[in-house]
Nanobody
Framework: QVQLVESGGGLVQAGGSLRLSCTVS?????MAWFRQAPGKEREFVGT????????YYADSVKGRFTISRDNAKNTVYLQMNSLKPEDTAVYYC????????????????????WGQGTQVTVSS
C-alpha cells in the first residue's frame, strides 16, 4: 500500500520561498508535484524519478522551482523560490509505480497515488 504525506505549505509574501516535502511509504518509480488553484484544473508542476535522471518541470515554474529527492528518507522536496501570487494553490504530490513516457508525465491519470494536498498562499 502506497501512502504519501505532504508538509510545508503556508503563507508567504511575493518573492519569498517555501519548501514542500512529500514522504512516501511503499515502492514507487517516480514522483510528481501538481497544483490546483481555486476554480482551475489541477496542473502539473514537475516530476522526478527515484532511480536517477534530472527532474522535469512545467514551463510556468522552470527556473524558480526545484524538485529533489532523498532516497534514504523516501522523501521528495519542492523548493519554491521567487514565489508569485499566481502560485497560490493547493499543492499535491503524486506517485506512480511504473515508468511514464515523458510525453505522459503531465497527465493526472499517470499517477495512481496522491497526497492530501497542502495549501500555499502567496500574498502580493
Amino acid at each position: 500500500q502506497v501512502q504519501l504525506v505532504e508538509s510545508g505549505g503556508g503563507l508567504v509574501q511575493a518573492g519569498g520561498s517555501l519548501r514542500l516535502s512529500c514522504t512516501v511509504s511503499g515502492r514507487t518509480f517516480s514522483m510528481a508535484w501538481f497544483r490546483q488553484a481555486p476554480g482551475k484544473e489541477r496542473e502539473f508542476v514537475g516530476t522526478i524519478s527515484w532511480g536517477g535522471g534530472s527532474p522535469y518541470y512545467a514551463d510556468s515554474v522552470k527556473g524558480r522551482f526545484t524538485i529533489s529527492r532523498d532516497n534514504a528518507k523516501n522523501t521528495v522536496y519542492l523548493q519554491m523560490n521567487s514565489l508569485k501570487p499566481e502560485d497560490t494553490a493547493v499543492y499535491y504530490c503524486a506517485a506512480t509505480q511504473r515508468r511514464p513516457l515523458l510525453s505522459q508525465v503531465q497527465r493526472l491519470d499517470e499517477y495512481g497515488y496522491w497526497g492530501q494536498g497542502t495549501q500555499v498562499t502567496v500574498s502580493s
